[in-house]
C-alpha cells in the first residue's frame, strides 16, 4: 500500500525518516520544569471544562502510515486554506467532554476503550513580561503529549501524579490552542503494568491550570515539626524545620515564614543554589498538635521578595516504636478501610473535593481515622479533605504485582511517580506512610527495585514512614509466616491476607501468625465479595451473610496477632474492575466493598464498625 499522508501537503518518504530521527534525538523540551509546591495558592486561570476530542484507535494524528512520527499530526490543528486542501480531522467539529474525567463514563463508546484520544480546547492568553506561565496537570492516565499553539510543550508519564510545563515562549497574544494525545494502552514495561484490578480510566482526569509565576518562584517548600515523642516530652519548646528552593539557583533572595496565629514569623535568605532551610522556635504549649480528635491546621504564609502565598498546615510527629505506632509520642492503633479513587456513586475517576467528602465521610461512619488510598495517589482533595477531616493517610505507588524489575526505564518510571507522590504531598499532616509497592512477588531484581525505592523515599523525607503491602510467604496446618527480605527497608510490616476468601474459608479461627519483626504490624489488605441485597445461608458465596461472616471471623484472627497496629481491610466500596465478569454478581465491579457501588451499606459494615468501637 502507497498510502501518502493526506492530512497535508506531504514531504518524500526520506524527509519522515530524518524526522524521527530528529523528532527521537529531541530532549523533552524545556517546558517541562519540576513540580510547583502547592499550586492552588498561585493566580492562574482553570482550563477545567468542554474539550473536543477524537477518538484515534490507529493514532493517525501522531504517525505517518510507516508508523513514524509525522509533523502534519492533529497536533497541529490544521485547517483547510484551499478548496483542494485535504485534512481529515477537525477538533472543532468534534464532539466534547467535560475535563476533568475519564473518557469510559463520558462516552459509552469508550466504556472499555483503551488507546488514544486527543483534546483540543481554547484560551485567551496574554504573554506577560514579568510573569511565566506554567501549565499544571493534577494527573493524564497514562501516556500523555502536550502541544501549545502547535509546538511541543511537554511529555508526561504515569496516571495519577500531577505535572507542569513552563509554557510562556509558546503563548501568543490573544486565542491559544492546547492539545493533548492521551494514551492508556497497557504495556508490560509501565507502571502499573500489563494487569491491574482496576478499571483503566483513560483521560484528562483531573485539574488543568494555567499558573501564572514571578520568574524566580518558591518551586518547593517544606515546614514541619522536629522530632518524636522523645523531644516533646522533655523539651518547653517545640522546633519547626523549614526547607524551601527556588526555580533558580540565586543567592540573596528573601522568603519569610509567617503563622500569625502563633506570632511567628523568620526571614530566611537564600544561598547560591537558591535554598534555604533553618528552623522556628515555639512553645509547646502554644502549637496544637494536628491529630483525627483535633485535625488543627494552621494558616500559614510564605512570602518570596514581593509575591506572598499561603498554605494550611499541621504539626504532628509520627515514628514506630518496637511494635507500636506513634502519633504525637503516644501509640495509636490505625482504624482504616481501602479506598479506590473512584466517584462514590457508580464509575468514573473521582475529582472534586465533593467526591472526596462523601467518600471519607462513610469511612468516617465506619468509625476509620485511617484510609489506604490504594494502588496509586489519590487527587489531591482526597488527601486534603482527609486532613480537614481528621483522617490519617497511606499513600501508594502503583508498583502492583509484576513489575518489570530489571528494566532500568520502569525503574525510572516508578522512581519520578515516588517523587512526585512525595513532591505534591509532603507538606500534609495527615499523610503519615509513603507505601512502594503492593503484592509484589520475591526475587533478587524485585528487592533491588524496591530498595532503591524505600531508600529514595527516605532520601526525600524522613519525617515519616516507609511500608509496602507484602504477601503472606507460606501457611502451612493454620500457621502463617511473612517472611519478606524487604522487611529491612520498611517501618511498618503490612502484609494483605485472605482467609476465609481465597483460602481456608472458615479456618480463620484457627489460624497462627509468625511475623519475626519487631516492627509494627498493618493487615493492609483482607475482605469478601457480596452483592448487596443478596441474602442466604454464611456458607453461600455472594451473600451479605458469607461477608458478615467472614469479617466476624477474620476481626477475631487479627486480635490474636501480635503487633497488631492497624487494619485497612479491602474495600470500602464495590469498584469497576475488568477482571470480574461474573454475569448477575459482579458484572464488572469487584464487589468486596462495605457498600455497593451505589452507596448502600452491606451487613460487614456494622461488623468492622463495632470492632472499630472498641477498638
Ligand atoms: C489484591 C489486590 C487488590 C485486589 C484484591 C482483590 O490483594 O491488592 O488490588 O483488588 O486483592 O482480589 O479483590
Not at 171 to 178: A, F, P, S, T
Not at 198 to 221: A, C, F, M, Q, S
Request: proline residues 4%; hydrophobic residues 35%; aromatic residues 12%.
Amino acid at each position: 500500500m502507497n498510502k501518502m499522508n493526506t492530512n497535508n501537503k506531504v514531504i518524500g518518504k526520506l524527509s519522515g525518516v530524518l524526522l524521527f530521527y530528529l523528532f527521537a534525538l529531541l530532549p523533552l523540551s524545556k517546558a517541562q520544569v519540576p513540580l510547583l509546591q502547592n499550586v492552588q495558592a498561585y493566580e492562574g486561570m482553570s482550563l477545567n471544562g468542554d474539550w473536543h476530542y477524537i477518538v484515534d484507535v490507529q493514532e493517525e494524528g501522531y504517525y505517518d502510515y510507516r508508523m513514524k512520527p509525522t509533523r502534519w499530526g492533529f497536533f497541529r490543528n490544521a485547517k483547510p486554506q484551499h478548496p483542494e486542501d485535504l485534512i481529515e480531522y477537525d477538533f472543532d467539529q468534534s464532539p466534547t467532554m467535560q475535563i476533568p474525567s475519564d473518557w469510559n463514563t463520558q462516552d459509552e463508546r469508550l466504556f472499555f476503550y483503551e488507546g488514544t484520544v486527543w483534546f483540543m480546547r481554547r484560551f485567551q492568553a496574554v504573554p506577560m513580561q514579568d510573569y511565566r506561565t506554567l501549565l499544571y496537570f493534577g494527573a493524564v492516565n497514562y501516556d500523555c503529549h502536550v502541544w501549545v499553539n502547535g509546538k511541543k510543550a511537554g511529555h508526561h508519564v504515569g496516571g495519577f501524579t500531577p505535572f507542569n510545563f513552563d509554557i510562556s515562549d509558546l503563548l501568543v497574544d490573544g486565542e491559544n490552542v492546547i492539545i493533548v494525545k492521551v494514551d492508556n494502552k497497557r504495556h508490560a514495561e509501565d507502571v502499573p503494568t500489563q494487569i491491574f484490578d482496576w478499571w483503566n480510566y483513560g483521560g484528562i482526569t483531573r485539574d488543568v491550570r494555567l499558573v501564572k509565576v514571578t520568574p524566580v518562584y518558591l518551586e518547593d517548600y517544606d515546614l514541619h515539626v522536629v522530632g518524636g515523642s522523645a523531644a516533646d516530652a522533655k523539651g518547653k519548646t517545640c522546633t519547626l524545620a523549614f526547607s524551601a528552593r527556588l526555580n533558580k539557583a540565586e543567592a540573596g533572595h528573601k522568603v519569610v515564614v509567617s503563622i500569625p496565629e502563633l506570632k511567628l514569623e523568620q526571614p530566611f535568605t537564600t544561598g547560591a543554589d537558591g535554598t534555604v532551610s533553618g528552623t522556628l522556635k515555639v512553645s509547646r504549649k502554644k502549637l496544637v498538635l494536628w491529630s483525627p480528635e483535633h485535625p488543627k491546621l494552621y494558616d500559614v504564609r510564605l512570602s518570596l521578595d514581593t509575591s506572598t502565598y499561603a498554605d494550611e498546615i499541621g504539626f504532628r510527629t509520627i515514628e514506630t516504636r518496637d511494635k507500636q505506632i506513634l502519633l504525637n509520642g503516644q501509640p495509636i492503633f490505625l482504624k482504616g478501610i481501602s479506598i479506590h479513587n473512584e466517584k462514590p456513586n457508580g464509575g468514573g475517576r473521582a475529582n472534586s473535593a465533593a467526591d472526596a467528602r462523601t467518600l471519607l465521610s462513610w469511612a468516617k461512619e465506619l468509625g476509620c481515622n485511617f484510609v489506604r488510598l490504594a494502588h496509586y495517589p489519590h487527587h489531591e482533595e482526597m488527601v486534603r479533605e482527609a486532613e480537614k477531616m481528621g483522617i490519617l493517610v497511606w499513600s501508594e505507588i502503583p508498583v502492583y504485582w509484576t513489575i518489570d524489575w530489571a528494566n532500568p526505564a520502569t525503574y525510572e518510571n516508578a522512581r519520578c511517580q515516588l517523587r512526585d507522590m512525595i513532591a505534591r504531598d509532603h507538606n500534609r499532616a495527615n499523610v503519615i506512610i509513603w507505601s512502594i509497592a503492593n503484592e509484589t512477588p520475591h526475587s533478587t531484581e524485585r528487592d533491588t527495585f524496591l530498595g532503591n525505592l524505600a531508600q529514595y523515599a527516605r532520601s526525600l523525607d524522613n519525617t515519616r514512614l516507609i511500608s509496602m503491602a507484602m504477601e503472606v510467604t507460606g501457611a502451612s496446618n493454620y500457621v502463617n509466616r511473612l517472611n519478606d527480605n524487604m522487611n529491612k527497608y520498611v517501618d511498618v510490616v503490612s502484609f494483605n491476607q485472605y482467609v476465609g476468601w481465597y483460602r481456608d474459608v472458615n479456618d480463620a479461627p484457627k489460624m497462627r501468625w509468625e511475623i519475626p519483626y519487631n516492627k509494627p504490624v498493618i493487615i493492609s489488605e483482607f475482605g469478601g465479595g457480596a452483592k448487596y441485597g443478596y441474602h442466604g445461608a454464611k456458607n453461600q458465596r455472594w451473600t451479605e451473610e458469607f461477608q458478615e461472616n467472614l469479617y466476624i471471623q477474620n476481626l477475631a484472627m487479627l486480635d490474636k496477632i501480635d503487633g497488631l497496629a492497624g487494619t485497612t481491610p479491602w474495600i470500602l466500596k464495590d469498584f469497576r474492575s475488568p477482571r470480574r465478569v461474573l454475569p448477575g454478581i459482579q458484572d464488572y465491579y469487584n464487589r468486596k466493598g462495605l457498600f455497593s457501588d451505589k452507596g448502600e451499606k452491606k451487613k460487614a459494615f456494622y461488623v468492622l464498625k463495632q470492632w472499630y468501637e472498641v477498638k
